[in-house]
């Protein structure tokens, strides 16, 4: 859109959305876009911030109920450009060249940095081989399948184009049907007469929709230049702040963000033991500071100390040099100087990504006491949805200061140096930059956190928190590497014969992972969609068909797409784990010590990485497998599994205070079978698994907000049975609806909703007049107290147990947190008594209004310990 206005400049501009809403189109052919693939979750979360963005930049947003975009974009086009305005529409589809006239184009956007396609009367008939008023006719025809529009079997864009040349129109065509020769497409154009002619109804775009819009009301209105730059440097577009900064007509100063001055700053240079020894004796005397350490390398198990930066006094920091080019001093008496400091509780420790500094100090024997406040966590608390919480990011948007860049020191690329290769003198200015910065932000945010009501959130659940992932990062977990060598041939094998199975069906060779090629063999050799009597996948932008794993489902009654899917799966799951663990395990410990994000997920659930744990399937036969690798790293121990049951019910069953739910799990029941019980309004003997299983998937999916469209599609069913089973589930448990209303009128008032430790989750968007994002939102509220509140649950049982773990000094370690699960390290002869007292430890973490459950297994491997 920036890229439109420089190079355009346009006089009146709008931006027009679908509202979800049924459209006519809907009524007249419930089918229509019923084959278009769901947009991507990622995408979809992004939509919210999409619309709120542009609401910033003044951009007008159109919208309509009952009507799609394109109608609300085919009135305003023909009615401005019936009055001799030029209109330009942003779109290269074959739909909207129907619009086109003398005085309506369409506006095309180049890949990459080529430039826009004006497309005019005479460029539709050189793209589409018919004129734009052809178009509909055309659609009609040979159909439309992105848009789920049936057209006439066996009528392609050739032969749509060969009678359209001929008779000119659909209505024509059909007057002089038994002119055409005995065919095929005669017999189908006969057959399916109805089907062509609903196919122009449904192609036709509305240009009479009532809508009060003038052209005075689409006038540019250029972005107040605070709120762009504010906006666009939020969402990390640095290089757009300043493209649009220049776009402005408003004469009003950007705010200049300020930078490194050695005038208005006293950073000092420590580089000699006397030097250290009287700052520490200075530092003895603060009740608080900042440290931050420079080091070679980001994995905390590998990483040499190249120095530290401290501060405690705003605009000052010193930086005690320990490896460079220019200073060596050992790294251990450097430490002993501090280790007073370091060590003394009373003394307040802030820092940004403090798991990872104190990591590294108590690899080197330093133990840090009284660490109080991490600006990276605070960040976190304060906004959950906000993805920027480094540190570069949170000066821009508390000071205004934009901080050296890495890259100036060390470079990039192949040529990229560590920091022990250069001169501390270099270095000074960075690193104590890093501390100044760290201090004035915490100093921000730990009022922000306070005025928030947050306090406890971040300091008796976040910052104890960090220090159990770093606990348990740095216990790590020992791999079986002969069990994935084994899985690794077995599972080659495995592959080559599915290679050749797909070969042969193939009747050649090809790429199996390049969907352009994959695409050619399915849809234009293999004509898969002929054998099945659907119509071949529309092609992407780039000009091939779509592969994707839900497209491929459609025709999931070809005998090769089983082949096809299996081989991906079995693929990913090769490269992703049992081929890249022994990579990640570490030459020193033997293990792998995977890394927990805590400041990632929206809900506060962890993740992790190197290697992603959540993502190990736990159903299939091989994702079994490959937590049978997972072993204890110590002889005479087994790895225990304690995973909460259920958890997410149990705490919906305590928000809504449902009291058939909460008498279900007060008596232990089976939830799953008295919901089938209940919605199927049956007795709980006649409860088959099928019922079990449909109910289970009502349970779960009223969590996440799920309509009765999302359910019909889990269930495989159709719609108005997926809306019964709702309305059944409603109706025997009342309060459960209650709650939702409840929480969404809330989250409309104050725009956020809160967790059970009062974790906030903000959602701008649940005000919104579009449908889309509203219901979006909407559903988010529902779910966050949920999810979130678990979240909350298994941060404040990893903290209980690590400190039973600590103060009783059990042979035991914490290694993983995965989902609703913990696993242990523990010595064989005490793994009963050690599960026992765990699973007390993790019931007893926040009381609920129903029991919790934790089911625990101990065996020699993660597999056998989780069954």
Not at 24 to 35: D, S
Not at 135 to 154: C, F, Q, R, T, Y
Not at 347 to 360: M, R, S, V
Not at 844 to 853: C, D, F
Request: glycine share 4%; aromatic share 8%.
């Amino acid at each position: 859109m920036v890229r439109l206005i420089t190079e355009e400049q346009p006089h009146y501009i709008a931006v027009v959305f679908d509202t979800g809403e049924p459209t006519f189109r809907h009524k007249v052919y419930p089918e229509y876009k019923a084959t278009r693939e769901r947009m991507p979750e990622e995408m979809r979360a992004q939509y919210p911030r999409l619309v709120d963005t542009m609401k910033k930049l003044n951009f007008v947003l159109l919208e309509k109920d009952g009507y799609e975009a394109d109608d609300i974009i085919g009135t305003l086009a023909k009615k401005f450009g019936s009055s001799g305005v030029d209109v330009y529409i942003m779109s290269g589809d074959k739909d909207m060249a129907q619009l086109v006239d003398d005085h309506i184009f369409l506006y095309a956007i180049g890949k990459g940095n080529q430039g826009a396609e004006i497309i005019e009367k005479e460029g539709v008939y050189k793209k589409f081989g018919v004129h734009p008023h052809q178009i509909v006719d055309w659609l009609a025809l040979m159909g439309d399948s992105s848009d789920n529009i049936p057209g006439v079997p066996k009528v392609g864009p050739k032969t749509a184009t060969t009678l359209l040349a001929e008779y000119g129109s659909l209505e024509n065509l059909y007057r002089h049907i038994d002119e055409l020769k005995k065919s095929k497409v005669k017999e189908n154009l006969i057959a399916h007469k109805d089907k062509a002619f609903l196919s122009y109804e449904l192609a036709t775009i509305k240009t009479d929709v009532p809508m009060e819009v003038g052209l005075d009301d689409l006038k540019m209105r250029l972005w107040d230049p605070r709120v762009a730059v504010t906006v666009t440097r939020e969402l990390e577009f640095n290089r757009l702040a300043e493209r649009m900064s220049r776009l402005t007509q408003d004469e009003a100063p950007l705010p200049e963000l300020e930078k490194h001055d050695g005038n208005t700053v006293n950073y000092r240079l420590l580089n000699s033991y006397e030097q250290i020894e009287a700052y520490a004796a200075e530092l003895a005397g603060q009740k608080s500071f900042v440290f931050d350490l420079e080091t070679d390398s980001l994995d905390p198990l590998r990483a040499r100390i190249a120095g530290i930066a401290i501060s405690y006094r705003e605009r000052e920091a010193v930086y005690i040099a320990v490896n460079h080019l220019d200073c060596h001093l050992e790294s251990a008496r450097v430490l002993d100087i501090l280790r007073p400091v370091f060590e003394n509780s009373t003394i307040l420790k802030y820092g940004q990504n403090l798991k990872y500094d104190t990591a590294i100090l108590l690899r080197h024997g330093l133990h840090t006491a009284g660490v109080h406040f991490d600006s990276m966590i605070a960040s976190y608390v304060l906004d959950p949805s906000n993805r920027q919480h480094n540190l570069d990011s949170l000066a821009e948007k508390y000071l205004d200061y934009e901080m050296i860049p890495i890259e100036t020191l060390i470079g990039k690329g192949k040529k990229q140096l560590s920091m022990t290769e250069l001169a501390a003198t270099e270095v000074l200015p960075y690193a104590a930059e890093d501390a100044d910065i760290t201090l004035r932000v915490c100093r921000i945010l730990e009022e922000k956190v306070h005025d928030s009501g947050l306090d406890d959130l971040m300091y008796k659940l976040e910052m104890p928190l960090m220090h159990v992932l770093r606990t348990a990062e740095l216990n790590g977990i020992k791999i079986d590497l002969p069990v994935l060598r084994e899985l690794s041939e077995r599972l080659a094998a495995q592959l080559e014969h599915l290679v050749q199975e797909i070969y042969e069906q193939a009747g050649r060779e090809f790429n199996i992972s390049s969907p352009q090629q994959l695409g050619v063999i399915l849809f234009d050799e293999l004509h898969i969609h002929e054998e099945l009597g659907m119509r071949r996948p529309k092609k992407t932008k780039t000009g091939q068909y779509s592969t994707s794993e839900q497209t491929l489902e459609r025709y999931a009654g070809h005998p090769v797409i089983a082949k096809i899917l299996s081989y991906r799966k079995l693929t990913k799951l090769k490269n992703t784990y049992i081929d890249s663990l022994p990579a990640l395990v570490n030459p020193v410990t033997g293990k792998i010590h995977t890394s927990f994000n805590q400041t990632v997920a929206a809900t506060g659930r962890l993740s992790s990485t190197n290697p992603n744990l959540q993502n190990i399937p736990i159903r299939t036969d091989l994702g079994r497998e490959i937590r049978s690798a997972f072993i204890p790293g110590r002889e005479d121990y087994l790895l225990l599994s304690c995973d909460y049951s259920q958890v997410e019910l149990r705490i919906m069953a305590h928000l809504s205070d449902d009291p058939t739910l909460i008498e279900g799990f007060m008596q232990d029941d089976d939830i799953h079978a008295i919901t089938a019980a209940q919605i199927f309004d049956i007795d709980r003997a006649e409860v088959t698994p099928d019922h079990r299983r449909k109910a289970k998937e009502i349970n779960f999916g009223i969590m996440y907000g799920m309509n009765k469209w999302g359910l019909a599609n889990r269930l495989h069913i159709p719609a108005d049975e997926a809306e019964s089973f709702i309305a059944h589930y409603f109706a025997r448990y009342p309060n459960i609806q209650l709650y939702m209303r409840r929480t969404i009128e809330q989250a409309k008032r104050d725009g956020y909703v809160e967790t059970m430790l009062k974790r906030r989750r903000y959602l701008p968007e649940i005000n919104s007049s579009n449908r889309n994002i509203r219901e979006f939102a909407e559903r988010m509220a529902i779910n966050t107290p949920i999810q979130g509140s678990a979240a909350d649950l298994i941060k404040k049982a990893m903290i209980d147990v690590q400190a039973f773990i600590e103060k009783e000094e059990w042979p035991a370690a914490m290694l993983l947190q995965v989902h609703d699960e913990l696993v242990f390290e523990v010595e064989a002869s005490q793994v009963e008594p050690f599960a026992e007292k765990v699973k007390q430890i993790m019931c007893a973490a926040i009381p609920l209004k129903v029991p919790l459950k934790v089911d625990s297994g101990a065996g020699k491997n993660w597999l056998e310990a989780h069954e």
